[in-house]
């Protein structure tokens, strides 16, 4: 089961909206990334019901990755309803990845 969702223009706005969001800014060429991944899908799992894991791949929706100025990846925004409330940029164990997303449940 995936439980980070894939996110595209169209349905980005809708997902940041409401309650506590993470969105990994990445691309399928970048190893850093690649090796978030199975640490996002973890804290989901983890998290599920108090925070959403959303992803965006920078080449397909540049506009997005431009609109909150993500020039490195990978890069983390955390949102609640629909504001940025911090941002991390590189890769990082999962344990810190969590304790920065706990300080705001």
Known sequence: M???????NGIFNEFINEGLVLID?????????LMMAPVLEELAEKLK???KIGKIDVGENKDIA????????PNFILFRNGKVIEQFVGSMPAEELEKKIKEHL
Request: glycine share 8%; aromatic share 12%; net charge neutral.
């Open 2 to 8: 995936e439980t980070v969702k894939e996110l595209t």
């Open 25 to 33: 800014f990445s691309a399928d060429w970048c190893m850093p990334c």
């Open 49 to 51: 019901g108090k925070l």
């Open 66 to 73: 431009q609109k909150f100025g993500v020039s490195s990846i």
